[in-house]
């Protein structure tokens, strides 16, 4: 064999085979707190074309989307450093005939995902080892999400010693009420520094996770996870809140129920009637009731009013930061956007991998509503 054979042949075994020790690695950190800048990073570009490509049939109820038109949300992410991935989510709206009000069209969300793992040693090895695939039914009157009634599921292929495994997505989201009349307000509370502080929002709209269960993977230490809670939008200010997203699951034989508290704050900039841009302020709180902030840093709060306190972001306990930017391109005359260009840039502050997988796994099933207008 000649000396490049040989060195081709090497980098060939290097490449198949470092997702094996990669797996055992993640084991062994379990529980293991990450502190770093972009652990969710990438970049979404979303087309809603049922925006812009409406029926002109005059068989579909007015306003509708052409039949077989779909938004298609194009992403490439990378999350806690070592695991990315690459797809579509295609949106699917249910629709009637103009006349008698019947279906002509399922609502459905098709995930299409594939799912890389990157060694640790050098990161711009990658090897691709399964699928985020499937269906979620779509009822846009009771505003539910199933996403145990199509078949949604991660499917992981064998990868050297690990075995190959399949785990089912369940639960429903239910998402913006479609019906605004009777939405009301609501008061939420946290402990920042010593004190408690609260905001007041007049017309909330809950989105509900109704015994969501996230599929377990791509490893086999990111464990099949129970999702109940609420995140609530206000349509005042644009702004997401929830006070208490409950993620339980098991690790190591031990029952873990983490409670995620916070905010997601709208910010847009002021041109952005011409220039489209906005951003997402995320400031997320894990398990703060157990992560009290320490007298010695409390301080810092002490003269903030009691809203600048409510979202400020306190680093002295277990938070996921950062922003998701967004460039917008409006449909003529309005302010729909017709299509989004998405960025990532998530910090974690000593979140735990299995903390910031399963945010981001439950962030992308909301991202049909997380995106409407």
Known sequence: MSTLSRVGFTTLLAGLFFVTPFFNSIARAADDQVTEKDVINGTMQITFNTRTNLDSSGDLKEGSPAIGIKDQYHFTM??????????????????????????KQEGLMSFNTYIKVLNPANLSQSKDVGK??????????????????????????????????????GGKLIGKAEKKESLSGYTYKRLVGDKTVEVKVNKVDPMRFENIELAKGP????????????????????????????FKYNLNGKDVDD??????????????ATNGKGHYDFNLRFNEDKNKTPSNESAAFANMSQEDAFFAVDNAIP?????????????????????????????????TKQQIVNFYKLWMVCVGPTNDE
């Open 78 to 103: 990378k999350v806690a450093k070592t695991t990315q991935y690459d797809g579509d989510i295609f949106r699917q709206p249910k629709l009637y005939s103009s006349v008698l009000k019947r279906t």
């Open 132 to 169: 985020w695939v499937g269906d979620v039914k779509v009822d846009p009157a009771s505003g539910a999400y199933d996403l145990g009634a199509a078949n949604l599921r991660i499917a992981i292929d064998q990868v050297g010693k690990a075995a190959a495994f399949e785990d089912k997505f």
């Open 219 to 246: 490893a086999e230490v990111y464990p099949h996870t129970a999702v109940t809670g609420r995140l609530d939008y206000d349509y005042e200010t644009g702004n997401y809140l929830t006070d208490g997203i409950h």
């Open 259 to 272: 409670v995620v508290t916070g905010t997601i704050k709208w910010i847009e900039d002021p041109e952005r």
């Open 319 to 351: 938070c996921l930061t950062g922003t998701v930017d967004y460039v917008d391109t409006f449909i003529a005359g309005g302010t729909t956007p017709s299509n989004s260009k998405v960025t990532y840039h998530l910090d974690a502050n000593k979140l």
